[in-house]
């Protein structure tokens, strides 16, 4: 049985601590602007984190214009990459990134981890999701798992992330919470949300695993259903869904969300940046953003946000070992 909530405790803890009530009459502007760098496509978490936090940061007055840049590759390998090499030039980006940072380093899928980048702050959690295409006869949880010990090769998982990235980890969670061979599941990697989606109703893939916050625009969008979400319990922002333990899974995972600069950012900047992410908890605009998409505020800056990314190496890396993937 698997329990995963990467250091949940902590993670909890500083959720609570990053939840603020009131919202100033107007916000004092921090930066003039900020280019947001998506190491993935479309509609996926790192693009609805990015844009969902420029929403805010604009809206409630921190800062004056956000742009986005979408900038596929290596399994986010790509984008790292571009903020070493190009480090001088990059002074208003904030590249977003999550858990994948963690897990792509310790699996080698790129040369680079968090410690070449200026690490700025960790601002939310999302819970992962598996989902199935609406008309799929797949209803529940047990419902996939019957499909899948009746044709494990033909009951194909799909994700946004590499093989052995973060979406197949939580399916491979699950499958072993289920008592299954965890390393047995098929799954095939997609770029991001669309071309998953795809994959999925076209049959490739029976199910996706995905982080919440993409499901419940899917579902919303009248695309798929959430067969079970990774969280203790039903959240408020879709609580339709129902959590893997109701249904005897037990999984839970959180998904960190944070943003680095480029290595040698100046302190000055990391500091404004840091002053802006800080003050959006309390605006309206971030409330709306933040209700809507499902996300827990999980508030890690500075010399905290790196002593959180140790332990996370720490303990996905166990995980993996335990799991036959390192």
Known sequence: MTSFALGRRALMAAAAAALTFGTPA?????LDKVHFLIPGGAGGGWDGTARGTGEALTKGGLVGTASYENMSGGGGGKAIGY?????????????V????????????VFPHNFRDLTLVAGTIGDYAAMVVAKDSPINNMEE?????REDPR?????????????DHLVAAMVMQSAGEDPTALKYIPYDAGGKAM?????GEIKALSTGFSEAIALADAGEVKILGVTADERVPAYDTAPTMSEQGLDT???NWRGFFGAPGLSEDKVAAYQDALAKMYDTDAWEDVRARNGWVNIHNSGDD????????????GDLMKQLGFL
Do not use: W
């Open 26 to 30: 107007s916000a004092e502007q921090v």
């Open 83 to 95: 903020m070493i090499e190009n480090a001088e030039s990059l002074d208003d980006t904030l590249m």
């Open 97 to 108: 990134n999550s858990t994948p940072i963690v897990i792509r380093s310790l699996t080698g």
């Open 144 to 148: 996939f798992l019957e499909a899948y």
């Open 154 to 166: 033909g009951t194909a998982v799909g994700g946004g992330s590499v093989p052995g990235g973060m």
């Open 198 to 202: 795809a994959a999925l109703l076209s």
């Open 252 to 254: 839970t995972f959180v």
């Open 305 to 316: 946000f790196r002593s959180f990314l140790e332990g996370q190496e720490k303990t996905i």
